[in-house]
């Protein structure tokens, strides 16, 4: 019986991402439709292209989603790239500062539709706690042979913000951790405050690399 009813779970959970997947082609098709007009504002521009690269993102994670096989896909990504990315995004829909910290190129062996995802709901949960006026940093380096992607936001501190999509959103992330092999960890200042670290290529509890 538990079976049958995992075995329904799966299906209706494929045929929702089937029919998201027809939904976010449309939206791509229309997306283009936009930017063929000559006359955009470049202010404009700039939305309607920051729309077409999540909309296309989110197509490869559907996708990446339905293909056989759970195992993470590895390739060795520029991580500030990711991080310049995120925070274009991020930047063009909130009232809240957000910039990645200067540093050297940082390179990574990871999935990088895991990082990305990781890497989004920390910032997406930091604008929240920040708010309208606060300031989000994004970083990434290398420390003792260990990289890092450190998200640090200026909000009330971890826990004494909202709820709701925030928890769900960490939840995510220690989930993408524990599949890319990397250590999550949250600080809150006593001043107020929250970053938060992912450290890839530490050693792990348990002794494994």
């Known amino acids: 019986m538990e079976r049958s009813r995992g075995d329904?779970?799966?299906?209706?959970?494929?045929?929702?991402?089937?029919?998201?997947g027809h939904s976010l082609a449309t939206?791509?098709?229309?997306?283009?439709?936009?930017?063929?007009?000559?006359?955009?504002?470049?202010?404009?521009?700039?939305?309607?292209d920051a729309i077409d690269q999540e909309t296309n993102r989110l197509l490869a994670m559907v996708r990446d989603a339905m293909a056989p096989g759970d195992q993470p896909r590895l390739a060795v990504v520029d991580v500030r790239?990711?991080?310049?990315?995120?925070?274009?995004?991020?930047?063009?829909?909130?009232?809240?500062?957000?910039?990645?910290?200067?540093?050297?190129?940082v390179s990574l062996l990871v999935d990088e539709s895991l990082l990305w995802r990781m890497v989004a709901n920390l910032v997406d949960n930091a604008v929240r706690a920040a708010g309208p006026g606060g300031r989000v940093e994004v970083s990434a380096g290398q420390e003792q042979?260990?990289?890092?992607?450190?998200v640090a936001d200026n909000g009330p501190g971890f826990g004494a913000g909202q709820g709701g999509w925030a928890s769900l959103g960490l939840g995510?992330?220690?989930?993408?951790?524990?599949?890319?092999?990397?250590?999550?960890?949250?600080?809150?200042?006593a001043s107020g405050g929250t970053r938060v670290r992912l450290a890839f290529g530490g050693r792990r509890e348990g002794g494994s690399e």
């Open 145 to 150: 042979g260990v990289t890092v992607v450190d």
């Open 27 to 48: 939206l791509s098709y229309l997306v283009e439709a936009v930017r063929a007009d000559h006359e955009l504002r470049p202010g404009t521009r700039r939305r309607v």
């Open 81 to 105: 790239e990711v991080l310049e990315q995120i925070v274009s995004l991020v930047s063009l829909a909130s009232e809240t500062t957000v910039v990645v910290t200067p540093g050297p190129p």
């Open 8 to 20: 329904a779970a799966t299906v209706v959970g494929r045929e929702f991402l089937h029919d998201l």
């Open 172 to 189: 995510i992330v220690e989930r993408l951790a524990e599949a890319c092999r990397c250590r999550f960890e949250v600080v809150t200042a």
